[in-house]
């Protein structure tokens, strides 16, 4: 079963990898649009690429609001 | 003429293909510059449809197919003139944009939208005149104009509708929410989903196989079962109008042309 430190991780992990930002430079409690450096439209492709890893709906009103990567993670593993 | 290369889009003719590429940054924000290279465009097509067979839509930009109406440049001109004229301008450029994208609609080609990343609005609009849609994994789909009090304008809804069930167009319309490619496909709107960067190259492919039917079959068969929806298309253009001239419209467009927001298309 997938734990929520699993999932945390796994997104810190992705993030890192596309948008080539160092993964020690990510935590969990940080703003992920300053963290990865994103605007508007890679924001989209965040909630895609995290879409398409965990197999999830993350319907984007959902997300409004939220900016760490602790939260991110709880959603997702709301859906899992 | 065979090939075209404009500020917002080119297309060319090459081996019975048509590729029609939209190359506006930041992402092919659909204003006057480009209607006016898509007027030529469909203009042009009574002379490529001579020697094509399928016609391919993508963009050449990285951060996707198309993000929809220039709000910027809809919000900028309804500032600078009275209400009246503002909802006359807007019905203007509605009804050249719907001339445009009907002639796309109903081309005897068969019509392919090659899409990635951000295609929402009038670019999620501009894809379903298409026969096809191939969508790269990393495309994703949204109708936002509920959250700027208005309606899609580009004959989105009875598009929509002519294709999906009901149900699941008041979900994406209502809800305003964006989907991606494996929902797409999910819901019957995309034929294909494709790894990243490969939405042409499949699309190309697609269009090869084409080229081996009957053409008069393949025009007979596309008539037979994509009907345009012109009495919903022109509904909607006064639905779009008539919810233009309320204040709820301004105040949206303003607050989104101002967001420094990283989601500036979340109320």
Redesign the interface.
């Known amino acids: 079963m997938q734990t929520a430190e699993n999932t945390l991780d796994e997104i810190l992990n992705l993030a890192a990898a596309h948008f080539q930002v160092p993964r020690e430079k990510l935590s969990p409690d940080e703003d992920f649009f300053k963290a990865l450096g994103i605007d508007s439209l890679q924001t989209l492709d965040l909630l895609t690429m995290l879409e398409n890893h965990f197999h999830v709906e993350l319907p984007d009103y959902e997300l409004q609001g939220v900016s760490d990567f602790r939260t991110l993670a709880g959603k997702i593993q709301a859906r899992l | 003429m065979k090939q075209f290369k404009g500020q917002a889009l080119s297309w060319e003719l090459k081996s019975g293909v048509i590729e029609l590429a939209l190359h506006r940054p930041?992402?092919n924000e659909l204003g006057s510059l480009s209607l006016g290279e898509f007027e030529k465009f469909a203009k042009a097509l009574d002379d490529l449809e001579r020697d094509a067979h399928a016609l391919i839509v993508y963009s050449e930009l990285e951060?996707?197919f198309c993000?929809g109406a220039d709000l910027r440049e809809l919000y900028q001109r309804s500032q600078a003139m009275e209400k009246s004229q503002a909802v006359q301008g807007v019905r203007d450029f509605l009804e050249r944009i719907h001339r445009v994208l009907n002639r796309i609609d109903s081309s005897p080609l068969t019509t392919i939208a090659a899409v990635h990343?951000?295609t929402f609005g009038g670019g999620f609009e501009l894809a379903l005149v298409c026969d096809l849609i191939i969508a790269d994994?990393?495309?994703?789909f949204?109708f936002p104009e509920l959250r700027l009090g208005l309606i899609p304008g580009f004959g989105g809804i009875p598009r929509l509708k002519r294709d999906l069930g009901n149900a699941i167009v008041r979900d994406l319309l209502l809800?305003?929410?964006?989907?991606?490619?494996?929902?797409a496909q999910q819901i019957g709107l995309v034929s294909q989903v494709v790894s990243e960067g490969e939405a042409l190259r499949v699309a190309r492919a697609t269009a090869a196989q084409m080229a081996k039917f009957d053409r008069h079959t393949a025009v007979e068969a596309k008539q037979f079962i994509k009907p345009i929806p012109h009495d919903e298309l022109r509904r909607e253009i006064d639905i779009f109008c008539e919810l233009f001239a309320r204040p709820a419209v301004e105040a949206g467009l303003k607050k989104f042309v101002e967001s420094t927001?990283?989601?500036?298309?979340?109320p």
């Open positions: 930041p992402c951060s996707g993000a990343g951000v994994k990393m495309a994703r949204c809800t305003g929410r964006s989907f991606n490619a494996t929902k927001d990283a989601q500036p298309y979340l």
